[in-house]
T-cell receptor
């Protein structure tokens, strides 16, 4: 089964600073990858998903962007963070055909000061 | 797109009691329904899922039932234990064209099991 690595685990950044969160997957190939944000421990909001290298779809307009430079690497970025970007960021992976669940990484807790 | 409503938002039970969380969905074509458990500060973890070709699935103290006609599915936890305390999320496939495995999540239920 796949393993999803996210880093860093926690991050404190000032408003206006850049951001780069990384997600890598082991034990599978050609996965679908997803970035979620979770505010206040409730509700998972899908931000981006990717079905392959260089293929990114955005679900909501926002201050963030995503990239997939390699098959098992998914990066979430921002040029200038806003206070509203605070939250728990989760990377998820879906492998295989048919009806399969998404599996989540351990997440990055981002606090903006 | 798919709309998933989850109730209740909070649920408090005594240890040993049963807990039931219900979700409704809007897209009659939805065919896969996972449930996730998220402990405080941790990642959501899949606890059980059901496909639309069955009406019920059990795994020890956890069961999920699906009513396709009424478009709702429920999580049942029997003989609850304090370690069952967590936030539970239901989900359904996001509707519209090729979904790419996208899921629409309910808003979550905070379950508290009192010893």
């Amino acid at each position: 089964s796949q393993t999803i690595h996210q880093w860093p685990a926690t991050l404190v950044q000032p408003v206006g600073s850049p951001l780069s969160l990384e997600c890598t997957v082991e034990g599978t190939s050609n996965p679908n990858l997803y970035w979620y944000r979770q505010a206040a421990g409730r509700g998972l909001q899908l931000l981006f998903y990717s079905v392959g290298i260089g293929q990114i779809s955005s679900e909501v307009p926002q201050n963030l962007s995503a990239s997939r430079p390699q098959d098992r690497q998914f990066i979430l970025s921002s040029k200038k963070l806003l206070l509203s970007d605070s939250g728990f960021y989760l990377c998820a992976c879906l492998t295989g055909e048919g009806l399969q669940p998404q599996h989540f990484g351990d997440g990055t807790r981002l606090s903006i000061l | 797109g798919e709309n998933v409503e989850q109730h209740p938002s909070t649920l408090s039970v005594q240890e040993g009691d049963s807990a039931v969380i219900k979700c409704t969905y809007s897209d009659s074509a939805s065919n896969y329904f996972p449930w996730y458990k998220q402990e405080l500060g941790k990642r959501p973890q899949l606890i059980i899922d059901i496909r639309s070709n069955v009406g019920e699935k059990k795994d020890q103290r956890i069961a999920v039932t699906l009513n396709k006609t009424a478009k709702h599915f429920s999580l049942h936890i029997t003989e609850t234990q304090p370690e069952d305390s967590a936030v539970y999320f239901c989900a359904a496939p996001t509707a519209g064209g090729t979904s790419y495995g996208k899921l629409t999540f309910g808003q979550g239920t905070i379950l508290t099991v009192h010893p």
